[in-house]
């Protein structure tokens, strides 16, 4: 079983930027891909940004390609999203997941909670 707990999230202006962070326990996560999925207001899930184990590999929504990195410290089972240049676009929950990367994406097996990133204008 994988736990994952998303933190960062919050109001932020137009242009600002944000940190997300997700902690992961319960198995060897230095070996899991990694990824952040979202969900707007009053629409479905869709796919942010993903990251392999080794962190050699990433994949982005264009969307938000240019703007938004992802990161990971095995050490630290940790995960990370900096978002740069936010649009009123990008108001969200936001979830960290884990499971295997494919065809540029992520195939989630583990979801975390979600966390909330509102921007204003």
């Known amino acids: 079983q994988v736990q994952l707990v998303e933190s960062g999230g919050g109001l932020v202006q137009a242009g600002g930027s944000l940190r997300l962070s997700c902690a992961a326990s319960?198995?060897?996560?230095?070996?899991?891909?990694m990824g952040w999925f979202r969900r707007p207001p009053g629409k479905e899930r869709e796919f942010v940004a993903a990251i392999t184990w080794s962190g050699g590999s990433t994949y982005y929504a264009d969307s938000v390609k240019g703007r938004f990195t992802i990161s990971r410290d095995n050490a630290k089972n940790s995960m990370f999203l900096q978002m740069n240049s936010l649009e009123l676009e990008d108001t969200a929950v936001y979830y960290c997941?884990?499971?295997?990367?494919?065809?540029?994406?992520?195939?989630?097996?583990?979801w975390g909670q979600g966390t909330q990133v509102t921007v204003s204008s």
């Open positions: 997941v884990a499971g295997p990367t494919m065809l540029r994406t992520i195939r989630p097996d583990h």
């Open positions: 319960g198995r060897a996560f230095s070996r899991t891909d």
